[in-house]
C-alpha cells in the first residue's frame, strides 16, 4: 500500500495542539479593514480550535499531522 499524500495547502493552515485538537487562524482578517471595529480586528488575530463537525475530515487529509 503506497504512502498517504498529506494535503499541503491544510498542512500549512492547522497546528495540532498537545491534546490532540486542531488549531486554525480565523478569517476575514486580510482586507477591507476599515469599516471592521478595532474591538473585531483585535478578537481576529486570535487563533481558535476548529469545529468538532469538521474535525475529522481534517484529520483525514492531514494523516502525518
Do not use: Q, V
Amino acid at each position: 500500500m503506497p504512502k498517504m499524500k498529506t494535503n499541503r495547502s491544510a498542512a500549512k493552515r492547522f497546528k495540532l495542539t498537545g491534546t490532540g485538537k486542531l488549531k486554525r487562524n480565523k478569517a476575514y482578517k486580510r482586507h477591507i479593514l476599515t469599516k471592521k471595529s478595532p474591538k473585531r480586528i483585535r478578537n481576529l488575530r486570535k487563533s481558535e480550535i476548529t469545529d468538532p463537525t469538521n474535525e475529522k475530515n481534517m484529520k483525514k487529509i492531514l494523516p502525518y499531522l
